[in-house]
């Protein structure tokens, strides 16, 4: 039997995708955006039939609420307090979900992160209204404005000319996804260069372009 | 009109009712995989599920035709190249750093070429999908040009050095490999297919138009001679110049790269050859949203274009959305169009 009736579903703007989950015999997943009065809503999705899928996808919501501080939101999506997009962080919040197994402990991370480069510890310190500020025991400038400048990256913060502080352009804060996007903000090159590599990948090239 | 007639009517540049959507090449995507349980590679290589997964272009997407000859390597599988079959989200592809052959002494074309599982998945599938579907949808084979085997079996930079070496061999060479050609297109033709893609790479970045010329132009015109349906040529890249050797060829139709506008396009093969295309697939389909596609869908209809659909295998990460507002844009622009008739 080949015939299929429409499965598809109507779910919004599909922001990002894991290809193949390995965590959930290589699933495809898809974060897909919805916006409404409430503000912007964002749900994972698969549409494979697969036993693990359910659970899954129930694990992942669960970890971009306590990783990221999401919020539940109706239709089993989940929402930034603020009730703003911040789409950036959303996508990234969902690729380091992704990485977890199922069942993983899920904690909420430090502001804190060891820079292996510098061999010291560098914290977020929170200023209030959306603003953080990179402090580290030894001065250590430039590495703080490394991290600062990864967070403004990954997370699409404003940066603030002259020092390690950025800023979510909503005013309010976040600490969960602070600390969560903290490791790969140290290595933001790192991190767009495995967006990247996930990006080329799928795409058939012609004879002549192939090695 | 149904699907089916309305893809044979524009192939034949006949009146539509409205243009056709059509795939003459893949639209498989990771979530359709998942939708259907028909994942690469399986789904290359066990006929039920490329037959499962070719169909949700139709039933999913809304497109005018099924196209279940996802790669480009099957026959090549068949005539003994080393296959990289890949896992789910990418290409197989054949090594061609291991070429199979070096003269055209050592082309051979097996006898049981169409009983191997590769080319034999091809078929069975298209026979499965005219069983479930009859006549109501264009069910589209494939089967791979020469020049685009010349570079899987004998490797891409040996096959182009051999053409500027020594014409006289490489002639022999793709007269002997056409056999392949032929003999895959029969084969699905008897199982059943409407139309055939032939893929044939002689692409705008390595190959000029005198080449084209030279090498491809009698070959194409035996190709449509001999294979007894609608032959879709595809070729990627900026082809504009040799789109008037294409539209001597006797092909139904040119399944068209973005890199060639719709309107120059249109203006060499109008009344010629239909054309097929042309929506970008890495900039477009892969990487934007649904407005995106609408306004080059648009630009294809204001031009003419004879059947719309993307320019080539879409990856296998495009959004679901983004190739169902294919058929919706068709839909729509030719609404807006009888409104103001």
């Not at chain 2, 599988?77 to 890949?86: F, H, N, P, V």
């Not at chain 2, 109501?136 to 040009?145: L, Q």
């Not at chain 2, 051999?162 to 793709?174: E, I």
């Not at chain 2, 059943?192 to 084209?212: F, M």
Request: glycine share 6%; aromatic share 6%; charged share 25%.
């Amino acid at each position: 039997m080949v015939h299929t009736m429409a499965h598809t579903l109507d779910l919004g703007r599909r922001v990002e995708l894991v290809s193949m989950d390995p965590h959930a015999g290589d699933i495809s997943l898809g974060l897909y955006r919805e916006d409404s009065p409430e503000g912007p809503g964002y749900l994972i999705h698969t549409y494979s039939a697969n036993p693990e899928a359910a659970r899954r996808v129930e694990f992942l919501t669960r970890a971009a609420e306590v990783l990221g501080g999401a919020r539940g939101a109706p239709g089993q999506r989940f929402r930034f307090p603020c009730q703003t997009g911040h789409q950036t962080a959303a996508r990234r919040l969902f690729l380091e979900a992704a990485k977890l197994p199922t069942g993983d402990e899920l904690q909420p991370r430090p502001l804190t992160v060891h820079d292996r480069k510098s061999g010291q510890d560098l914290t977020v310190e929170p200023l209030g209204a959306g603003r953080y500020r990179v402090t580290t025991s030894t001065a250590d400038e430039a590495r703080c404005a490394v991290l600062a400048n990864g967070l403004r990256k990954l997370a699409e913060m404003d940066a603030t000319e002259g020092q390690p502080v950025v800023a979510f352009p909503c005013g309010q804060d976040h600490h969960e996804l602070v600390g969560l996007l903290l490791p790969r903000a140290l290595n933001v090159r790192a991190a767009l260069r495995e967006e990247e590599s996930a990006l080329s990948r799928g795409q058939l090239s012609a004879p002549s372009s192939q090695k | 009109m149904n699907s089916r007639q309305r893809v044979l009517a524009a192939l034949n540049r006949q009146p539509v009712d409205r243009t056709p959507v059509c795939n003459p090449t893949s639209v498989a995507t990771v979530e359709l995989m998942d939708l259907v349980d028909a994942p690469f590679p399986n789904a290359n290589r066990e006929p039920e599920r490329m037959a499962r997964l070719a169909a949700t272009s139709y039933t999913e997407l809304g497109f005018d035709s099924i196209m279940p000859v996802f790669s480009i390597i099957q026959e090549s599988s068949a005539l003994g190249c080393k296959i990289q079959w890949e896992q789910k989200d990418n290409w197989p592809t054949v090594r061609m750093r291991e070429p199979i052959w070096q003269t055209a002494d050592d082309i051979r074309v097996p006898d049981d070429f169409l009983d191997h599982p590769d080319t034999r998945c091809v078929t069975e599938a298209i026979r499965l999908l005219r069983r479930e579907y009859g006549n109501e949808v264009a069910i589209i084979g494939k089967t791979m040009g020469p020049w685009s085997l010349g570079y899987h079996c004998f490797g891409v930079e040996p096959f182009l050095l051999l053409s500027l070496d020594n014409p006289g061999q490489t002639k022999l060479c793709l007269d002997r490999m056409k056999e392949a050609t032929i003999r895959f297109g029969l084969a699905q033709i008897e199982a059943g297919a409407d139309a055939l893609t032939l893929p044939d790479h002689a692409t705008g970045d390595l190959v000029s138009a005198q080449y084209y010329a030279r090498y491809l132009r009698d070959l194409h015109i035996e190709f449509a001679e001999r294979l007894k349906v609608p032959i879709i040529l595809h070729i990627c890249g900026r082809t504009v110049d040799r789109m008037p050797y294409i539209a001597e060829t006797g092909m139904a139709a040119f399944h068209y790269d973005s890199k060639n506008g719709p309107e120059e396009s249109m203006a060499i093969c109008r009344d010629r050859v239909a054309l097929v295309g042309n929506i970008n697939n890495p900039e477009t389909l892969f990487s934007k949203g649904p407005e995106a596609v609408r306004a080059e869908v648009v630009r294809n209809l204001e031009a003419g274009v004879n059947l719309v659909g993307p320019e080539c295998a879409i990856p296998l990460q495009t959004a679901i959305e983004n190739l169902k507002e294919i058929p919706r844009a068709v839909r729509d622009w030719h609404n807006d169009r009888a409104r103001i008739n």
